[in-house]
């Protein structure tokens, strides 16, 4: 693992509202370019863009250079979700983490924290700032999208593993990223392809799927909503639906950033084009607009904020807490007992 380095001081330029990803794992001249537009407030590593934790972390410096209060992500949540694979802890999948809750309740809890600091350890000393993570979905047995990246199939069970994994991103410096608001476990069809549309009625999904939302709202710094239609409460999908993000805030009591889902997915396609996507979000409440894998679309929606004034809520994601250093001893023993542990169990997931 690479040690933490001194974070750049903050930069006066606010950060925009668009978070963009990289053709591969070095900057390009036109990257360089991009990242100078002031509606580009993040960055979104993919796995073209690793090759091991000590890359990462040059990328990160050099993406900082040139604009040095950028945030930087990372879908980075163990099992078949973690694009750093090199020079990092390979996690299991949360579904593995969760196994043994019912008989184990408070070994499992702690587990999920140290689980949690881990990773946010190990993010951070890449360069990284979020890791969206962690998946608040519960499990409905259909979703092949979320399926083991899900703690479980029990409400209760993920908001309790779930908030003990943000104890220890917390505990790391880590903000923490609850998806896929309301809830993504209930739908066969993936929002990657296609809109997926959930009809259970609105008490269904607050005596299941939001349990964990709900629970944990006031202790997230962001939320992504899921490209899904739940169509008995709003026939949009929810990450354009001022309905849904409107609960979220008001009912829910959530007080962080809003990052859409990618605006490029299909799920995200019926509102119309990528400047039409990104408004919607937009007026819906979204404060970041993450476009990835399609260039062209991420020039339409950036020539479309050029007016948007920045959401404050932005700048407070990197700068909200002071982070530890992994090469204290402390920090370093607890490091190695748990990579030991954590890498034997993604082992024993595989063979499941």
Known sequence: MPGNRPQPQSHSQPLGPVMLDLEGPRLTAAERALLRRPEVGGVILFARNVESAPQVRELCDAIRHVRPNVLIGIDQEGGRVQRIRQGVTRLPPMRRLGRDAASHPEVIRRLCQDT??????????????????????????????????????????????????????????????????????????????????????????RAHDLVPFERLAPRLDAV??????YSAFDTRPAGFSPAWLGMLRESLGFKGVIFSDDLSMAGAATAGSPAERAQAALSAGCDMLLVCNDRQAALEVLDSCREHPPAPRLSKLRFARARPRLESLPALSRWRRLHAHLEAMGADAKAD
């Open 116 to 205: 949690g600091w881990l990773l946010g350890m190990e993010m951070a000393a890449c360069g990284i700032d979020i890791t969206f993570a962690p998946v608040l979905d519960v499990d409905g047995g259909t979703s092949t999208v979320i399926g083991d990246r899900s703690f479980s199939s029990y409400p209760e069970t993920v908001a309790a593993l779930a908030g003990a994994f943000i104890d220890g991103l917390h505990e790391a410096g880590m903000v923490a990223v609850g998806k896929h608001f309301p809830g993504h476990g209930g739908v066969a069809a993936d929002s990657h392809l296609e809109l997926p549309v959930d009809t259970r009625p609105l008490e269904a999904l």
């Open 224 to 229: 992504m909503p899921a490209h899904v239609v």
